[in-house]
């Protein structure tokens, strides 16, 4: 096998070994406890939840801040995941970086959205 | 899940910004919106529920094997097909609520 450490490295793709390795689960894992936070609010809530007891659930500083975060984190989870599916897949340099840059702008909007929306809560 | 962002937001937004929208967020289920029927739009969040746990108990999945070292070929089989069978499960109790089957 041909040697591909130290300085023969062949340097392709972005960030190796544990840096996205790391953020791709703790972006995972903020994901997961929002997730398992709000739908234990939606279990323990009693009666109908209409847009009063919906909307109450979002608009406390803490869960607020929560919700930002893992925006937030979901948008990097997302760019990383994307953007190795573009390294995987798409090999013409010029496609590739149009997906990449589609990918940042797409993303980036709706971080920008889902974050107005939390806001103005 | 990544092309359809914008739905989840639209989702997000339309359910927690004012009593009025709230109303179009439970329009768009039964009535529908943009044009499409509403069984449509909950064929399409059902299918992004699916999307999501499948993502995320694959998720744990992963986070297990890495805090275990659980790396045979046998556990990754036993492991791929508990997953599927979690996802589906749980997509087809909550596709049951979504269409108010209970």
Same mark, same amino acid.
């Given at each position: 096998? *041909? /040697?591909?450490?130290g300085?023969? $490295?062949?340097v392709?793709?972005?960030?190796y070994g544990?840096? @996205? =390795?790391?953020?791709q689960r /703790?972006t995972? %894992?903020?994901i997961a406890?929002?997730?398992?936070?709000?739908?234990?609010?939606?279990?323990?809530?009693s009666?109908?939840?209409?847009y009063?007891k919906?909307?109450?659930i979002?608009s &406390?500083q803490?869960?607020? *801040?929560?919700?930002? %975060?893992?925006?937030?984190?979901?948008?990097y989870?997302? !760019?990383?995941?994307m953007? @190795?599916i =573009?390294?995987d897949y798409?090999k013409?340099?010029?496609? $590739?970086l149009?997906?990449?840059?589609?990918t940042? /702008?797409?993303?980036l909007?709706c971080a &920008? !959205?889902?974050?107005?929306?939390? !806001?103005?809560? | 899940?990544?092309?359809?962002?914008p739905?989840?937001? !639209?989702?997000?937004d339309t359910s927690?910004? +004012?009593e009025?929208s709230? &109303?179009?967020?439970?329009?768009?289920? +039964?009535v529908g919106?943009?044009?499409l029927p509403?069984?449509f739009?909950?064929?399409i969040?059902?299918?992004?529920?699916w %999307?999501?746990?499948?993502?995320?108990?694959?998720?744990?999945?992963?986070?297990?094997?890495?805090a275990?070292?659980? /790396?045979?070929?046998?556990?990754?089989k036993?492991?791929?097909?508990?997953?599927?069978i979690?996802?589906?499960?749980?997509?087809v109790?909550?596709g049951?609520?979504?269409f108010?089957?209970y």
């Open positions: 096998m *041909s /040697v591909n450490f300085s023969k $490295r062949i392709v793709g972005a960030h544990l840096r @996205d =390795w790391l953020a /703790v995972a %894992a903020l406890l929002l997730t398992a936070v709000v739908l234990f609010q939606i279990i323990f809530t009666g109908e939840i209409g009063d919906w909307a109450a979002f &406390g803490f869960m607020k *801040s929560l919700t930002f %975060a893992t925006i937030l984190a979901l948008i989870h997302v !760019w990383v995941g953007r @190795d =573009w390294m798409i013409p340099t010029g496609i $590739r149009f997906l990449q840059i589609f940042i /702008v797409w993303l909007a &920008g !959205w889902a974050i107005q929306v939390l !806001w103005r809560l | 899940m990544f092309l359809l962002l739905f989840i937001i !639209w989702l997000f927690v910004s +004012s009025i709230f &109303g179009k967020f439970k329009a768009a289920f +039964s919106v943009w044009g509403g069984f739009i909950k064929l969040t059902l299918g992004l529920i %999307a999501f746990l499948h993502h995320l108990i694959a998720g744990l999945r992963h986070l297990y094997m890495d275990t070292h659980s /790396v045979t070929k046998e556990f990754g036993s492991s791929a097909i508990t997953v599927l979690l996802s589906i499960g749980l997509t109790v909550l049951a609520k979504l108010g089957l």
